[in-house]
């Protein structure tokens, strides 16, 4: 039937089926081709040469103009950083001058109210005096209308 060396290829040939098998790398065609007949047909290294060549300048033609898209776009952010710096330093410097501000506007809210309690104090004094000065007068006008009748009978 099977000899030993025939049971070992049949042992790796199952092996080797129950692998899964590694897909292949094929060879694409290289772009820019200048032959005249299909593409890859040409077995000829200058002219792969001369393609990859090709390919290096347009891809590093690419490569530099990116470069300078993004040198202008890091100017431009950086000018925008700027902008954002000065707005925040601004804004910090308005916060702390209305703070001042807040802090100045109760301190004279403060002095106001005591100067309405002063005002209302001498206020309150002030009509203290007038009813006594009143008093007085009429007091005095009572005390000058009795002499003035006891002086002048035709006073009244």
């Not at 005390?143 to 009244?156: P, V």
Request: aromatic share 8%; hydrophobic share 30%; proline share 3%.
């Amino acid at each position: 039937m099977s000899t030993s060396s025939g049971a070992n290829n049949t042992i790796e040939d199952e092996k080797l089926e129950s692998q899964v098998p590694f897909p292949r790398c094929t060879r694409r065609p290289l772009p820019f081709s200048t032959s005249f007949g299909s593409e890859g047909d040409s077995d000829d290294p200058l002219e792969a040469i001369d393609a990859v060549s090709t390919k290096l300048d347009y891809n590093s033609r690419l490569i530099n103009s990116w470069h300078e898209k993004c040198v202008e776009d890091e100017a431009i952010l950086a000018d925008l950083n700027i902008r954002v710096n000065k707005a925040f330093s601004q804004k910090n410097k308005y916060l702390k001058l209305s703070h001042k501000r807040k802090l100045k506007a109760e301190e004279l809210d403060a002095v106001m109210n005591d100067e309405i309690k002063g005002c209302l104090m001498n206020h309150m004094r002030c009509e203290e005096h007038h009813c006594e000065l009143e008093l007085a007068f009429n007091e005095g006008f009572e005390k000058f209308r009795a002499f003035a009748a006891t002086t002048h009978t035709s006073y009244n």
